[in-house]
């Protein structure tokens, strides 16, 4: 069965976690002797200055040949792409652990995978390179292929290198999918000025407010303490996100004090206004609108207008500025 043509261009990069740990999985290297020969990083009877030099000289060498796979493969060279491979080398995709095994059969699926998309793009992002033994290196990182179509698809992978002659050829890939995150960010960048860190004395208290990013950047979390000197008399956290179905941005607070309020975030201009519905404690109800103001110096406006607390109308609060801590 042939593996799905988003998974195949991880022939790509490289490794398995098997050949890694040998007996402890029941997996060998595809050519155990390989793993024994003599290498450029065997630093056993080599000066201690000489055998940084040695594992220097290594990890570049193991670079070259990504950076020549790489090249190859980004040219569509079935054959010069395969030929980073050792004769015995082995693709596993995960979760479905479907496998490409041997040289010839990797370069067939080369051929067919390039014949299908002739623009297919791959990138690679190498995030370490550890040696096993002297003949033996272990490449982890990110691996993104570009489609004819414009689709682009992340995987994260693993190769072992066996030192084979005068190169690091690849023995072993196991790659995985890097399931695609959807985020609101796109909805809600408009409201990055608020991020960071703010405060705003008032009055002898001290309002202290941390604006951050949930996990990612679906939600904005905004976190504030209001104290007199060590004494912290209330807090509250609000969280700001993009409703998919209403189409708006909205928000909901709750305070310490049991109070919770909604409200729906609109862009006017060079501020946003918030209308804003509240729940008290006690059961009462009220309204109010909240405009924000960004500053060019990085801080910002709030001021509160249009408040009803059950029935009765109260005075705006006036324009104050928070400033970035």
Known sequence: MRYPDLVRFV???????AAMFGTALGVQPANPSATTAPSAIDTREVPEGAAGALAAAAESAVRKEI????????????????SHWTLEGVYVSQPDSERVAGREAIERDLETLFAEDTERKLALSTESI???????ALERGKATVTTQAGETVASSYRTIYLKQGDRWLIDRVTEEIVPEVKSNYEKLKGLEWIIGNWVDPVDGKKVKIECSWTRNKNYISRAYTISAETETESSGLQIIGWDPKQKEIRSWLFDSSGTFVFGTWHQQQDRWVVPSVATFADGTTGSFTSIFKPLEDGNYTWQKVNQVIDGEILPNIDEVIISRE
Do not use: Q
């Open 11 to 17: 022939l790509a990069c490289s490794v398995s976690a």
């Open 67 to 82: 950076a020549s796979y790489l090249a190859a493969f980004n040219a569509h060279d079935a054959r010069l792409t395969a």
């Open 130 to 136: 550890e040696f096993i033994s002297p003949g033996v």
